[in-house]
T-cell receptor
Framework: EAGVVQSPRYKIIEKKQPVAFWCNPI?????LYWYLQNLGQGPELLIR????????DSQLPKDRFSAERLKGVDSTLKIQPAELGDSAVYLC?????????????FGPGTRLTVL | AQKITQTQPGMFVQEKEAVTLDCTYD???????LFWYKQPSSGEMIFLIY??????QNATEGRYSLNFQKARKSANLVISASQLGDSAMYFC?????????FGTGTRLKVLA
């Protein structure tokens, strides 16, 4: 079974430029998460989707970040414009859903460097 | 509010010995799940073990076991017979009714 796929693995951009990350979850997983992970820290949730619906986007900086999950499968996270402080690893995870038993499976992440 | 605390930023263990990584949590949810993930230097988060708040027995998965003490709100990970490949960051996480949160992690180094 294929795991969570993310691309690109690495991205270097200059500040004020736009950037987009793509995630394809494990087949059959209805729940998709985007996390931000700063160096030496745990992942912090940006947005959670249940199928096509964003059910928790309270931590997403909506002035510059946007996300979509059309058709309830793959998802795109966008930053426009990027700032120096956005340099981090962006992790995508998926799960079957199901509340407290909800085990997430992560992709390899995208390491973003903003110059 | 939910909170996960990992108080050990770094740990060392000799190869073949056991090690315990600490995790305490706080939640007002009556039902929750506790998870441990491993993150090697390659960056991918790997699921290790799960414990439900109503589970009577401590979870075990191969060399991993979870020492769950509900009254003390702790969910420590025990790795037996440490291997060099166990060197990584380890994150404790909790899934409540609506939220999934992670601790700040413990960096484990296994010494040959």
């Amino acid at each position: 079974e294929a795991g969570v796929v993310q691309s690109p693995r690495y991205k270097i951009i200059e500040k004020k430029q736009p950037v987009a990350f793509w995630c394809n979850p494990i087949s059959g997983h209805n729940t998709l998460y985007w996390y931000l992970q700063n160096l030496g820290q745990g992942p912090e949730l940006l947005i959670r989707y249940e199928n096509e619906e964003a059910v928790d986007d309270s931590q997403l900086p909506k002035d510059r970040f946007s996300a979509e999950r059309l058709k309830g499968v793959d998802s795109t996270l966008k930053i426009q414009p990027a700032e120096l402080g956005d340099s981090a690893v962006y992790l995508c995870a998926s799960s079957l859903g199901g509340g407290r038993t909800d085990t997430q499976y992560f992709g390899p992440g995208t390491r973003l460097t903003v110059l | 509010a939910q909170k996960i605390t990992q108080t050990q930023p770094g740990m060392f263990v000799q190869e073949k010995e056991a090690v315990t990584l600490d995790c305490t949590y706080d939640t007002s949810d009556p039902s929750y799940g506790l998870f441990w993930y491993k993150q090697p230097s390659s960056g991918e988060m790997i699921f290790l073990i799960y414990q439900g708040s109503y589970d009577q027995q401590n979870a075990t998965e191969g060399r991993y076991s979870l020492n769950f003490q509900k009254a003390r709100k702790s969910a420590n990970l025990v790795i037996s017979a440490s291997q060099l490949g166990d060197s990584a960051m380890y994150f404790c996480a909790m899934r409540g009714t609506y939220k999934y949160i992670f601790g700040t992690g413990t960096r484990l180094k296994v010494l040959a």
